[in-house]
Structures are given as structure tokens and as C-alpha cells.
């Protein structure tokens, strides 16, 4: 068993930065940790994942060059850092973690486990 607590959500004006954490714990091991965002009336996006050895990370196409995902290891979180907003960012960001298998699939359906998610709100 896996759980996932997401912090750090909020409402920033478009242009700002924010740094969301989503703090692990449980007995299981983790390979890979996802984040993902939805918007009202959209299906769930991912925006980028990290493994848990290497570190390798990945993002969509959507959010390069402005999201960045790092952890901690000693405090078991990994974060995302958004900067600059855009008001398309607004949504509900949730992280997830895979327990089997090696590293990262960039597969939503490898996740196992899930956070309840932080509200994102960015003002223009």
C-alpha cells in the first residue's frame, strides 16, 4: 500500500510560479511517480513523471519548458514547479505512483495508487 498526499495548491496570477508536493508513504516501493491535471469538463492530462532510481523525467509536449519535477528521497516528496502560469493550467493536479514494474511507462493505467489532488486556480 501506497499513500499520497498532494500540498500546495492555490490561486496565483497568471505569469507567477508555484511548487506543488506530493508527500509518499506505505510499505510498497515506488518506481514511478506521475503528475496530472484536470481541468472542469476534461479528461485527467499527465503533465510529467519521474522515476524513483534515476530521477528521469518526462513531460508532455503541453508543459515543457515550464514544469519541472524533482524529489526529495530523505522526505519521501516529489514536487512540481510551475513557471510561468498560463491560465490553461488551472485545474485539479494530482500525483500517482507505480509500484511494479521498472521506472516510468508514461501509461496511466500503470499507476496504482493516487492522491486526492490540489486545487490549482491562476488568474489573468
Known amino acids: 500500500q501506497v499513500q499520497l498526499v498532494e500540498s500546495g495548491g492555490g490561486s496565483v496570477q497568471a505569469g507567477g510560479s508555484l511548487t506543488l508536493s506530493c508527500a509518499t508513504s506505505g510499505n510498497d516501493s515506488i518506481n514511478c511517480v506521475g503528475w496530472f491535471r484536470q481541468a472542469p469538463g476534461t479528461e485527467r492530462e499527465g503533465v510529467g513523471e519521474?522515476?524513483?532510481?534515476?530521477?528521469?523525467?518526462k513531460y508532455a509536449d503541453s508543459v515543457k519548458g515550464r514544469f519541472t519535477i524533482s524529489q526529495d528521497k530523505a522526505k519521501n516528496t516529489v514536487f512540481l514547479h510551475i513557471n510561468p502560469l498560463k491560465p490553461e493550467d488551472a485545474g485539479v493536479y494530482s500525483c500517482?505512483?507505480?509500484?511494479?514494474?521498472?521506472?516510468?511507462?508514461?501509461?496511466?493505467?500503470?499507476?496504482?495508487?493516487w492522491g486526492h489532488g490540489t486545487q490549482v486556480t491562476v488568474s489573468s
Open positions: 519521474i522515476s524513483a532510481g534515476r530521477g528521469t523525467t
Open positions: 500517482a505512483a507505480r509500484t511494479k514494474g521498472v521506472g516510468c511507462t508514461w501509461r496511466l493505467r500503470d499507476f496504482d495508487y
